[in-house]
C-alpha cells in the first residue's frame, strides 16, 4: 500500500460507456495528479490540482474530466473513449505543488476500451 | 525543452552481475532536478533519488549507486549485485521549473525495463 490508492485496478469499457477513476490518498498532500502511460511513450502529465483547483489541462481531450472534490479525493471521468486511449492511468499526490521529493504513486488503472 | 532520454529499453542480466541504467537529460534551466523511479509489476512508481544540479556529489544507497555527470547531462543508475527483485521498470525524470518559481512536473524517460534472471 503506497498511500495513494487507485480504484479500479483493472477496468474494460465500452467507447460509449461512462466510467469514472477514483484517486484517493490520505497523506495530507495538497497536491494531486493524474499520468497517462502508454506503451512504450513516456509517461504524460494531464491534469494537476492544487489545493482542490485545476493549475494545469496538458491539452487532454475533454472525453478526459477531472474532478477533485476534495484534497484527498481526484477522480478522472470517462466518456466515449477511444481504443488509443487503453493504458495506465496513474494518480499522484506530493505534499504541496511541485513537491522537490518526489511524489507518491498509486498503483494505477488499467484501462483497456474496446 | 526538457527531455530525458532512456536509451536502453530493456535490459537482461544474470543475478549478481552488476547492471547500469542510462540517462542523458536536456534542459535550459540552471536549476533543476533529477530522479530515479522504480515501477514494479504491481504499477505503482517508487520513488528512489533526487538529485538537485549543483550536486554533482555521487550517491549510494546499498547496492544503488547513482553518477551525475552535468558535463555530458547524464544521471547515470547502477545496481550493484543484481537481485531478481530488481526486475522492474525503471524511470528516470526531470523536474521543470514552474508554478512561482518552484519545481514541478515531472518529465519523464520511456523507462529501461531491466529484467533479472536467476
Known amino acids: 500500500e503506497t498511500g495513494v490508492t487507485q480504484t479500479p485496478r483493472h477496468l474494460v469499457m465500452g467507447m460509449t460507456n461512462k466510467k469514472s477513476l477514483k484517486c484517493e490518498q490520505h497523506?495530507?498532500?495538497?497536491?494531486m495528479y493524474w499520468y497517462k502511460q502508454s506503451a512504450k511513450k513516456p509517461l504524460e502529465l494531464m491534469f494537476v490540482?492544487?489545493?482542490?483547483?485545476?493549475?494545469e489541462n496538458n491539452s487532454v481531450p475533454s472525453r478526459f474530466s477531472p474532478e477533485c472534490p476534495n484534497s484527498s479525493h481526484l477522480f478522472l471521468h470517462l466518456h466515449t473513449l477511444q481504443p488509443e486511449d487503453s493504458a495506465l492511468y496513474l494518480c499522484?499526490?506530493?505534499?504541496?505543488?511541485?513537491?522537490?521529493?518526489?511524489?507518491?504513486f498509486g498503483s494505477g488503472t488499467r484501462l483497456t476500451v474496446v | 525543452a526538457q527531455k530525458v532520454t532512456q536509451a536502453q529499453t530493456e535490459i537482461s542480466v544474470v543475478e549478481k552481475e552488476d547492471v547500469t541504467l542510462d540517462c542523458v537529460y536536456e534542459?535550459?534551466?540552471?536549476?533543476?532536478?533529477l530522479f530515479w523511479y522504480k515501477q514494479p509489476p504491481s504499477g505503482e512508481l517508487v520513488f528512489l533519488i533526487r538529485?538537485?544540479?549543483?550536486?554533482?556529489q555521487n550517491e549510494i544507497s546499498g547496492r544503488y549507486s547513482w553518477n551525475f555527470q552535468k558535463s555530458t547531462s547524464s544521471f547515470n543508475f547502477t545496481i550493484t549485485a543484481s537481485q531478481v527483485v530488481d526486475s522492474a521498470v525503471y524511470f528516470c525524470?526531470?523536474?521543470?521549473?514552474?508554478?512561482?518559481?518552484?519545481?514541478?512536473?515531472?518529465?519523464f524517460g520511456k523507462g529501461t525495463k531491466l529484467s533479472v534472471k536467476p
Open positions: 497523506l495530507g498532500h495538497n497536491a
Open positions: 490540482y492544487s489545493l482542490e483547483e485545476r493549475v
Open positions: 538529485r538537485n544540479s549543483f550536486d554533482e
Open positions: 534542459t535550459r534551466d540552471t536549476t533543476y532536478y
Open positions: 525524470a526531470l523536474s521543470e521549473a514552474r508554478y512561482g518559481g518552484s519545481q514541478g512536473n515531472l518529465i
Open positions: 499522484a499526490s506530493s505534499q504541496v505543488l511541485g513537491e522537490l521529493y518526489g511524489y507518491t
